[in-house]
């Protein structure tokens, strides 16, 4: 097997929310598939951030495409200039207030990348603490609180921590965690 | 904090490829958010299928919009008329020409409940043998094999077990097996 070849590329949204195009694509075969949709798309951090007391951050939100509440770890873009750690602190700090004096970079995975560009930037901060209040963006409406180990698993098995990458992330700090002890 | 209202809804793009809206929508506060980008999806199932000597059908195949090569679990779209267990035993058929008598409905979570509708089904197969050939869809080029359980994690630690929705998957079915022993 060896990559497509992009053949050609039209833009069908380009505005500050998303990037697609319709791309026309040459498989190693010869066979053409052409619309092929790609979102072009800036990297996500989620963190996965446990206080003293091994409790972890967990956010709540409404997710519209869904039509569903659900429970998330904290998380977001990284922003134009931002390294992932940069974007992680700022959206942990925005989204509970909290900050943490240690970091782990846990790894990356695509998000999608059968439709979509980009990577998920996963780390683990030790040690979370409130410092301040949310700073919420424009059109964010979320609330955090604190769960243990057990209650997000919990919270995993009856749909209501129902965000695939989210899950993800969460597992594979765990298996992080694991393999230290 | 109340579910979102939708005060409209312009289709973008309608094929058999991608059906996408861009909402305008009301929050609980009063914001107004337009455009807010929605891709309507069928569902898609995941299957970890495991053999009798407790190896696990990995495929790999090339993911054209992040450009790389992934392996992955079996799976893909729930076809309309399908169950999601009928569509997890003909995916795992289709992709590696493998059955199994043995099938564990694993729970569901939203792909990426932000921007897209749709649920994955996550299926674990017990007593995997291989009974066919693969039967690839139209533009399908994907190869299979056996992995031990260890051999999956250390393909996610390095990078090369990369899509996120996979590695959500893989774990769920691991969280699975620990709660059962």
Chains 1, 2 share one sequence.
């Not at 940069?86 to 439709?115: C, F, K």
């Not at 990577?119 to 919420?136: D, Y």
Request: negative net charge; charged residues 25%; aromatic residues 10%.
């Amino acid at each position: 097997m060896k990559p497509w070849k992009t053949l050609g590329s039209t833009k069908i949204v380009s505005d500050r929310w998303l990037h697609l195009t319709a791309d026309r694509c040459a498989l190693d075969s010869g066979k053409i598939i052409d619309p092929y949709y790609v979102m072009h798309e800036k990297d996500w951090v989620i963190v996965f951030a446990q206080t003293e007391d091994a409790r972890i951050l967990v956010v709540r939100q409404f997710r519209y495409a869904a039509g569903v509440f659900c429970s998330e770890l904290p998380g977001g873009v990284v922003d134009e200039g931002e390294s992932p750690l940069q974007a992680a602190e700022r959206e942990l700090l925005e989204e509970t207030g909290h900050s943490a004096p240690d970091w782990v970079a846990i790894g990356s995975m695509y998000a999608n990348p059968v439709r979509q560009t980009n990577s998920i930037h996963v780390f683990f901060a030790k040690g979370a603490q409130l410092v301040s209040e949310q700073k919420l963006d424009h059109g964010e409406e979320l609330t955090f609180h604190l769960a243990t180990l057990g209650e997000v698993e919990r919270m995993i098995d009856s749909n209501e921590f129902s965000h695939s990458l989210h899950v993800a992330s969460f597992y594979r700090v765990l298996a992080f965690l694991a393999a230290g002890t």
